[in-house]
């Protein structure tokens, strides 16, 4: 399997919550386990069967992230000169050319994107149309509503 992009706060992200679950959220289960076995019969015993399902899910939960962190390719875009071009971890600020409207998004890595945070996958069709692109450059977008042309605005190397 390939490398896979992310930034310095994707991956902190990550491991913040692989560390949640192995520290806080393991230890806890199994104690809930022992407590529910303590009270007798496990066939008829919801709380047991609640607490190994939880286990079950943490478990993989664990395994997803250890499986992603040894994939990632952490990319610090602070460290990367500021040329105008786009590329993975910046922000850029595009104009909606029919509209006029405009927005800001920053490209990140599938794991963290998110809209409401105007956090887009460097796999979602409106990066891969501004991949390569520079400030001043007129992209068209292939969306849902048809084609849409944003003008790119401004380009930063925000951590």
């Known amino acids: 399997m390939s490398r896979v992009p992310m930034t310095v706060a994707g991956e ?3 491991r913040a919550e692989l560390e949640q679950l192995k520290t806080k959220d393991r230890p806890k289960v199994i104690a809930d386990i022992a407590e529910a076995r303590a009270h007798g019969d496990l066939k008829e015993n919801a709380e047991y069967h609640a607490a190994r399902e939880q286990q079950g899910f943490i478990e993989g939960r664990i395994r997803e992230l250890e499986y992603k962190l040894s994939l990632a390719q952490v990319i610090d875009v602070s460290k990367i000169p500021h040329t105008g071009k786009v590329i993975f971890g910046v922000t850029v600020s ?8 405009e927005v800001s998004y920053q490209i990140v890595g599938d794991d963290e994107a998110d809209i409401k945070k105007q956090k887009i996958s460097v796999n979602s069709p409106i990066a891969r149309a501004l991949i390569g692109k520079e400030e001043g450059d007129v992209t068209a977008v292939n969306t849902p509503a048809g084609m849409t042309e944003y003008e790119i605005t401004r380009v930063t190397h925000t951590v």
């Open 94 to 101: 595009l104009v909606n050319l029919d509209t006029d409207e």
């Open 12 to 14: 902190a992200a990550l």
